[in-house]
């Protein structure tokens, strides 16, 4: 039987990093499933998806702490969870844009968990303004949404919060359903 586990990775970005974790992964009868990497500040993470065959989990677990000292990728390593969520939640889509601040994410984080929605996805970027070199800060992401929520008192609440901020905000249900 497989065991599914959920691997966060950092390294300092240097060639070989996602080879060296394919190979040990590999090495165990590992398969990879799905994973999300960037480079960082001069940092290379990430988080994986992989199955393994239960009999080869502890060596595998070995081998991943193994990598700190051998090659300096550090690996924490967790069972996977299963879906917590089911029936009676939306996907939804949000895109923000604006000047950077401090606390953007933190005020529409707020927002978010007290209506009971889950944050499952987060890209966020600063970068210049090309006419004005002003920093501009834009995130996307993915919220899983109960049923419960009024949809338009939600969109009232951050469209205030984006006006405080000074930030175009936009919400929007994904076109495509993302499986459960």
């Known amino acids: ?36 990497l960037s480079q960082l500040a001069g940092k290379f993470a990430g988080i994986l998806h992989i199955s393994v ?3 080869q989990l502890e060596a595998l677990q070995t081998a991943l702490r193994n990598l700190q000292s051998s090659r ?11 879906a917590e969520n089911g029936p009676g939640t939306i996907v939804m889509q949000f ?7 401090a ?20 890209d966020t970027s600063c970068s210049s303004m090309p006419w004005s070199g002003t920093p501009m800060f834009t995130a996307n992401g993915l919220l899983r949404v109960p049923d419960s929520v009024d949809i338009e008192l939600l969109a ?4 205030a919060i984006a006006d405080e901020l000074g930030v175009d905000f936009e919400l929007r249900e994904t076109e495509s359903p993302v499986a459960d």
């Open 53 to 55: 065959p239960e009999e």
């Open 156 to 159: 009232d609440q951050l469209e």
């Open 1 to 36: 039987m497989n065991q599914s586990l959920v691997l966060s990775i950092l390294s300092d970005d240097k060639p070989g990093v996602v080879e060296t974790l394919a190979k040990t992964i590999n090495d165990h009868q590992g398969n990879w499933l799905e994973s999300r």
């Open 72 to 82: 300096g990728i550090q690996v924490a390593t967790a069972a996977a969870a299963g």
């Open 95 to 101: 895109s923000l844009m604006g000047n950077d601040r």
């Open 103 to 122: 606390g953007i994410i933190r005020e529409i984080s707020q927002a978010f968990v007290s209506h009971g929605i889950n944050l499952e996805e987060l």
